[in-house]
């Protein structure tokens, strides 16, 4: 293996790796992430760096290095800074709130509809048309950012409903008298 595929991951004090056959483990403030590798990929941890390397320069060598790279780097930030989703919730009566840990939705059905947090995901509504779903990691937590927003997705004639924060809705027009 020469230098194919070579970008280290910065490793931050305070946080210890464990690297066994097919698996990484990464061990932080925020909690513990782990990850199964492909096998064909080598992770190594050195000094206060993490090399990720591929065997060959292959299309398919070459996308799984780049997957498991990003990977593991996310796993990293996540420990450590951690990830965050903001949603912004547009319509007349449309609100949330918390109820203990959990997350309770005004949509405009006939019941509120609540979402149960996960463990290693918590809410934080600091608005009541704002919801920020934060987590260690990237994958869960846009999984339940998407889970929140397929509530009530954002309709293209009045825009109301549950969208990301920035997110772009394009509009239509509506009927001609």
Sequence with gaps: MSRIGRQPIPVPAGVTISIEPERVTVNGP???LSERVHRDMT???SDDQ???TRPTDRGEHRALHGLTRTLVANMVQGVTAGFEKRLEIQ???YRAQLRGRDLE???GYSHPVSIKAPDGIEFEVPQPTRIVVRGASK???GEIAALIRKQRKPEPYKGKGIRYEGEYVAR???KRA
């Design 105 to 107: 939705l005004a949509l």
């Design 50 to 52: 993490i090399i990720v």
């Design 139 to 141: 994958q869960q937590v």
């Design 91 to 93: 319509g007349v009566g």
């Design 43 to 45: 992770v190594e941890h």
């Design 172 to 174: 239509k027009v509506g």
């Design 30 to 32: 925020k909690g513990e």
